[in-house]
């Protein structure tokens, strides 16, 4: 399932990418899916196009959610597209824990503390394949020109092998319905 939504999600992000819009704020919360098992980016105030930036290193506002925002998102360096792959990356470990990545620390100012100075990624969750860990380490490295493309990343074994389909995700939650009430 992660897999199917991590493309989906990939795919979204592709199309607001080629359009020069940023989203800045990918999240499990900003990830609408509905009965079928489709996923749809929401939330788009924290959005930006990319014409629309002063400078020519990128944007270098703080927005975002702490606990998904890319090194150069906290540390205001000028960022661009590839903040939104680092928050993809977070969004899996997110999937997959129940949890937002960083989520030891208590505190905003801790978590941006955090990412600000550490060079380390997020631990990846040991339920994830041995691709989902190549996937993961591609989404959050630390440098954001080593980070693919949501175009490039839509190629990745992890969301390119065969698994679940929408209609599969739809049968297994009205199975769920049906065993678990609504």
Known sequence: VI?????QILSGLDYLHSHRIMHRDIKGANILVDHAGICKLADFGASKRLDMLTN???DRSLKGTPYWMAPEVVKQTGHGRQADIWSVGCTIIEMATGKPPFSQFTTHVAVLFHIAVSKQPPPFPKQLSEEGHDFLGLCLQHEPKDRPSARTLLKHMFVCEEGPTPNS????????EHNYGS
Do not use: F, M, P
């Not at 897999?3 to 493309?7: A, D, G, I, S, V």
């Not at 739809?170 to 199975?175: D, G, P, R, Y």
């Open 169 to 176: 995700i739809e049968q297994i939650l009205q199975n769920n």
């Open 56 to 58: 020519a290193e990128g």
């Open 3 to 7: 897999r199917l939504y991590t493309e």
